[in-house]
């Protein structure tokens, strides 16, 4: 069956280095990719998106690659905040489900130390 | 400029009450999503509604479950005779359209589901 998983569980970096937050997919058909924000007690909070036809996007301070080939999906964050400490999941929409709904990967916990 | 809203933010039931999780869409946004999380994972999809009709409930359980969404007022996740295993966070979505034709999926709050 389809899924998103997520390579490390936890990362841990200094405040103002980069991150890097790593995803697998499965589903070589998807068409759309999302990552996502959650704070402790919020909500999801959309972050950047991507589509199959491209394999990088840029945002501020945000930069998600997406490689078809391995089926492997990230995100970049540039000189970490301790506002970006976070869940972060990556989602994406398997197009051959027909239907429009986020296939969530487990989550990965970023916390930035001062 | 608002966006999603669930209510209540917190919901305790006991085991075989009913729970009631409400949410209204972002202004202009007319497709509706329900998803559940448990603690530490990631959310699971339940079902998607548009405006009085359910497109997708392959998430949702057969039974006690149900959801609507409709002409007037805001979206209804319903849950009959709760059990304990229904403990979640209860998450809404809405997007103008078609989240794969590049509208994304913004998201509420949610509403966390205690059953006792």
């Known amino acids: 069956g389809e899924s998103v998983g997520l390579h490390l569980p936890t990362l841990s970096v200094q405040e103002g280095d980069n991150s890097i937050i790593n995803c697998a997919y499965s589903?070589?058909?998807?068409?759309?990719f999302i990552w996502y924000k959650q704070e402790s007690g919020k909500g999801p909070q959309f972050i950047i998106d991507?589509?199959?036809?491209?394999d990088k996007r840029q945002g501020q301070r945000v930069t998600v690659l997406l490689n078809k080939t391995v089926k492997h999906l990230s995100l970049q964050i540039a000189a970490t905040q301790p506002g970006d400490s976070a869940v972060y999941f990556c989602?994406?929409?398997?197009?051959?489900?027909?239907?429009?709904?986020?296939?969530f990967g487990q989550g990965t916990r970023l916390t930035i130390n001062p | 400029n608002a966006g999603v809203m669930q209510n209540p933010r917190h919901l305790v039931r006991r085991r075989g009450q009913e729970a009631r999780l409400r949410c209204s869409p972002m202004?202009?946004?007319?497709?509706v999503y329900w998803y559940r999380q448990l603690p530490e994972e990631g959310l699971k999809f339940m079902v998607y509604?548009?405006?009085?009709?359910?497109?997708?409930e392959s998430g949702m359980p057969k039974e006690r479950f149900s959801a609507e969404f409709p002409k007037e007022g805001p979206s209804i996740l319903r849950i009959q005779q709760v059990v304990r295993g229904d403990s979640a966070a209860y998450f809404c979505?809405?997007?103008?359209?078609?989240?794969?034709?590049?509208?994304?999926?913004?998201f509420g709050p949610g509403t966390r589901l205690l059953v006792l």
């Open positions: 991507i589509r199959s036809n491209m």
């Open positions: 509604l548009q405006k009085e009709n359910i497109i997708d």
């Open positions: 202004k202009g946004h007319s497709h």
């Open positions: 589903n070589s058909a998807s068409d759309y």
């Open positions: 979505a809405s997007s103008r359209a078609l989240a794969g034709s590049g509208e994304t999926q913004y």
């Open positions: 989602a994406e929409i398997p197009v051959i489900q027909g239907a429009q709904k986020l296939v």
